[in-house]
């Protein structure tokens, strides 16, 4: 089994900066993609980046240029630093991991707790 903590949410005002954090632990072989989601109110929940085990990145339009995925291999944490915030940001963030946790077993998605992000204008 994984779990998966998250942190760094919080208030920022219009063009701040936040970093997420989101740790993984428990059994985990190997992992091999590691993404970030935002769910706002009323809306559905989006895929803002992600991060495959070769390295990779990719991301939402919307976030492009502003966000950066990056991973702590020895910590098995993924980061999404948020710069130029904009209101239209506000939402909760969620982070998911897909691990395996041997060397045949299935990659399995495991999804964090959410952090919520409020960015004001």
């Known amino acids: 089994q994984v779990q998966l903590v998250e942190s760094g949410g919080g208030l920022v005002q219009a063009g701040g900066s936040l970093r997420l954090s989101c740790g993984a632990s428990g059994s985990i072989f190997r992992i091999n993609h590691m993404r970030w989601h935002r769910q706002a109110p009323g809306k559905q929940r989006e895929l803002v980046a992600g991060l495959i085990s070769d390295g990779s990145t990719y991301y939402a339009d919307s976030v492009k240029g502003r966000f950066t995925i990056s991973r702590d291999n020895a910590k098995n944490t993924v980061y999404l630093q948020m710069n130029s915030l904009k209101p239209e940001d506000t939402a909760v963030y969620y982070c998911?991991?897909?691990?395996?946790?041997?060397?045949?077993?299935?990659?399995?998605?495991?999804w964090g707790q959410g952090t919520q992000v409020t960015v004001s204008s």
């Open positions: 998911s991991v897909d691990s395996s946790s041997s060397r045949y077993s299935p990659s399995l998605r495991t």
